[in-house]
Every structure is written in structure tokens, then in C-alpha cells.
């Protein structure tokens, strides 16, 4: 319902300040909105009726980055995309938990004026930033649910336990990559045909 009020709101008469107002009011509103998502299929995801369906992750990737455009505009990032069209099969809502984790945990913990680079080929999806980075020892467990390193302060230690169940159900593997204060990548390789 917020959402909807905002995207209908006139902002044509607006000063910046009100403008700045309402682009944090849209963050806010949508960062609440993901985790309300998270924490429905983490807490119910065995009552809700999935469907797998033929999609194309290059399509999705490109409605979620811009769905994220006010916060990604508000940290000044610039993504950059090196995109090909890969079909899976997937149910959609999954496939966007995936990449909105992915890539608000990407936003989230790059500096201002960050980098993020996204690659979808017939291999992979790759979500990889220049920001805080995660230690070794926090990579052994990031995964778990309600683990959250000390450099993912502010997380709730959900999203990445989502990702990683999902994963597991489409037997797609995760590669990640990271150094603290160089960034991390978050590679899924997509299950070989056999």
C-alpha cells in the first residue's frame, strides 16, 4: 500500500529536500518490503504453493536492479551488467528472492560511489562488489540463518540462509569470493544437464 501511494504521489511540484524525503521514505519502504518477503518464506515457504516455470534471469536481473534504482541512486553505485539470456526453471518468486539478496546485500555494503558488476551467462550469475568485503572466518558460517558477520552489521542473518536453501533446491552451487575492504562476489553456478 505505501508503495502504490508513492509510485501514484505527484512529486512534480516538489523542492529537493522533499524530493531527498521521499526517496529515503522509498528505500525504507522497500527494504521492508524484501524483508517482509524473507522472513514469509523462511517462516512459511513449506505452505506456499510454488510453480516452476521456464524463466529468463537476464530479464529478472534487469527488473530487480531497476525496482532497486532509488536506493542504488542514492549510494551514487554504478552497475554495471555483462548479461546474456539464460532460461531456468524456476518459480519467479524464488528466483527474485535470490537476486534481491544478492544484490541489496551488494548495495548495502558498498561505499558510496561503489562499483557492482552483474554477469549472467549459461554458466552462472555473478553479483560481485568493491565493498566492505567479508573475513575468512565469517565466510565459514555466512550462510547460516541469523548468522551475521561483523562486517554485514545491520543484517538479520536471513537473506543469505534463504539463498543458500534455494540453491540447494535447484542443486545450484555458490561460489563466493571476498576480502575484507576489496569487496566479494557471489557467484551461482547453475547445475550441469545430466
Known sequence: T????????DKTNLN???????????????TLSGLYRDLSFASFHDYIAYEDTPIDVKEVVLERVKYMHTLIHFKQIHIDCDMHPKIIEMDKRKLILLIDNLLSNAIK??????????????????????????????????????????????????????????????????????????????????????
Open 16 to 30: 529537493t529536500k522533499q524530493l531527498r524525503s521521499l526517496e529515503r521514505i522509498d528505500i525504507a519502504t522497500k
Open 109 to 194: 555494503f558498498s561505499k558510496k560511489n561503489g562499483h557492482i558488476h552483474i554477469d549472467v551467462t549459461k554458466h552462472y550469475l555473478s553479483v560481485k562488489d568493491n565493498g566492505l568485503g567479508i573475513s575468512k572466518e565469517d565466510q565459514k558460517s555466512i550462510f547460516e540463518r541469523f548468522k551475521s558477520s561483523d562486517s554485514l552489521t545491520g543484517g538479520f542473518g536471513v537473506g543469505l540462509d534463504i539463498v543458500s536453501q534455494i540453491c540447494k533446491e535447484y542443486r545450484i552451487n555458490i561460489v563466493l569470493e571476498s576480502e575484507l575492504s576489496k569487496g566479494s562476489e557471489f557467484k551461482l553456478l547453475w547445475p550441469q544437464k545430466t
Open 2 to 9: 505505501i508503495l502504490m501511494s508513492f509510485e501514484h504521489m
